[in-house]
């Protein structure tokens, strides 16, 4: 595919869609995200239940395709749309199932407003919700999401939570975790944070290709075209590690500007670390000046 093209499918009752066309390999990816996540809500009702009923939603699917109209077609940057969405979930509930297993403490549960449950179904909503002020403009784009997300979450939380008060505890939490998703203000909470890191995780060659293959040629995108793959992985040094396999060394800066910037900010930066490697090192068409970084004490530091 040379090129994205953004069209208007046919109009619905309810106004025109855009589609975006994908890489193979970011759809792809996609389609594992899915598996995924439904494999690792079938435990938590709550969660999996809410999923259905975003997923379902005609309104968020109007945000997230106007988010992507907006940041790759207007603005040159990468996928805002439901693809990211459903690829950055699918990080969150495995960086979340890995806090819970190694009983680190979140804040849904510390703050008595629920449990486990409860705990996913936060970070679920605010990561898929996350993005969504993008429809409008990217300025501000998180408090435009929160206002956006708040009719949504007024349809479906209160048939999860009948109890008035823990339904408003579980939407502060994830309102507080769209508002930090960038870091600007850096999250307080467990659940926002996984957001943050989560977001930080989709920076796959697959993603980046949109805007390169709209003419946009700097480091960002040239660092972002080195990300092979992204994997979340119970570590040896902490609960999760976030494994970045890179065809470049290159890619270093895009791991460092949008996943380790986040990590270091957030209450997750004492339990999870990063380990970044070229893959393929016996190529010489391409000079390798690296060949793996592990964050170590806040900073990325060559390995053996």
Aim: with cysteine; glycine share 6%; proline share 6%.
């Amino acid at each position: 595919m040379s090129r994205i093209v953004i069209i208007p499918r046919e109009p619905l009752p309810n106004g025109a869609k855009l589609q975006a066309d994908l890489p193979d390999d970011y759809s792809e990816l996609a389609e594992r995200a899915e598996a995924t996540i439904r494999e690792l809500t079938s435990a938590y009702p709550l969660t999996a239940k809410l999923y259905d009923h975003l997923m379902s939603d005609a309104r968020l699917s109007a945000h997230w395709n106007m988010s992507n109209y907006t940041t790759v077609s207007k603005l040159s940057y990468n996928d805002h749309g439901p693809i990211h969405a459903r690829v950055v979930t699918s990080y969150a509930m495995q960086i979340t199932k890995l806090l819970v297993d190694a009983n680190v403490p979140l804040d849904v549960i510390e703050s008595g407003s629920g449990g486990p449950d409860d705990a996913f179904l936060v970070t679920l909503a605010g990561i898929m919700l996350h993005d969504i002020g993008n429809a409008v403009h990217r300025v501000n784009h998180e408090l435009v999401g929160m206002q956006l997300a708040h009719p949504l979450l007024e349809s479906y939380l209160p048939q999860l939570y009948p109890d008035v008060e823990q339904r408003q505890l579980i939407e502060n939490f994830i309102m507080s975790a769209i508002l930090c998703h960038d870091v600007t203000p850096p999250p307080l909470f467990m659940e926002g944070a996984v957001v943050a890191v989560a977001d930080g995780c989709d920076m796959t060659k697959g993603r980046a290709r949109m805007p390169f293959d709209l003419g946009k040629v700097d480091i960002h995108a040239v660092s972002a075209l080195a990300i092979e793959e992204v994997n979340i992985q119970h570590g040896d040094i902490m609960p999760v590690e976030i494994e970045v396999l890179m065809s470049n060394s290159a890619g270093i800066f895009q791991v460092e500007q949008t996943l380790v910037r986040k990590l270091l900010v957030t209450p997750l930066r004492t339990y999870v670390t990063v380990k970044a490697s070229t893959i393929n090192p016996g190529d010489t068409c391409d000079k390798r000046i690296l060949q793996s970084v592990q964050l170590r004490d806040g900073r990325l530091s060559p390995t053996t």
